[in-house]
């Protein structure tokens, strides 16, 4: 099956500055990547995805890539702010059920 | 629309008791997961169902966990017995019946159990 691997488990940064969050999958046939946010003692929410044909989405200050031949893909928020800190969770799978990553704790310090 | 429904929201209960959790998803999802969350194991999927027809169970870790689907609106997940390993944050989740897993999942609220 599917395996995830997501780094780091925290990142603190400060406000205005850039995060970046980053993960690898091991089955080839995966081709849709979505991250989730978790606020705490909230529900993980949908906050970008990306499908396999292509290399990179944006949505404000939000950006995933995609390295299909490596086999890893990478959450980045620009501009940062207080109300990112979350858990960020990767996700992949497509052809079958979704694996997720292990999580990263991010604190925006203000 | 509600979203995915989800109750009870806190569960307390004592080890060797029976434990159901209910969720109702969104109106017109075909596909309904259960989730397991845990600081020590992250996000786990359990078992997912299709049209109401469990699917994939591979996640469920023992006989304790059950879980069914009567109808499109409402699913169970139960444990018997309960043990103080099962404290953890259960998730439902739903999405529309595409036929693969590329489109969104809505999570709903979560039940927060704790087995004391």
């Known amino acids: 099956g599917e395996n995830v691997e997501q780094h780091p488990s925290t990142l603190s940064v400060q406000e205005g500055d850039s995060a970046v969050i980053k993960c690898t999958y091991s089955d080839s046939a995966s081709n849709y990547f979505p991250w989730y946010k978790q606020e705490l003692g909230k529900r993980p929410q949908l906050i970008i995805d990306i499908r396999s044909n292509v290399g990179e989405k944006k949505d404000q200050r939000i950006a995933v890539t995609l390295n299909k031949t490596a086999k890893h893909f990478s959450l980045h928020i620009t501009e940062t702010q207080p109300e990112d800190s979350a858990v960020y969770f990767c996700a992949a799978g497509g052809r079958r059920a979704l694996t997720f990553g292990s999580g990263t704790r991010l604190q925006v310090q203000p | 629309d509600a979203g995915v429904i989800q109750s009870p929201r806190h569960e307390v209960t004592e080890m060797g008791q029976e434990v159901t959790l209910r969720c109702k998803p969104i109106s017109g999802h075909d596909y309904l997961f259960w989730y397991r969350q845990t600081m020590m194991r992250g996000l786990e999927l359990l078992i997912y169902f299709n049209n109401n027809v469990p699917i994939d169970d591979s996640g469920m870790p023992e006989d304790r966990f059950s879980a069914k689907m009567p109808n499109a609106s409402f699913s169970t997940l139960k444990i018997q017995p309960s043990e103080p390993r099962d404290s953890a944050v259960y998730f439902c989740?739903?999405?529309?019946?595409?036929?693969?897993?590329?489109?969104?999942?809505?999570f709903g609220p979560g039940t927060r159990l704790t087995v004391l």
């Open positions: 989740a739903s999405k529309e019946g595409l036929g693969d897993f590329t489109d969104t999942q809505y």
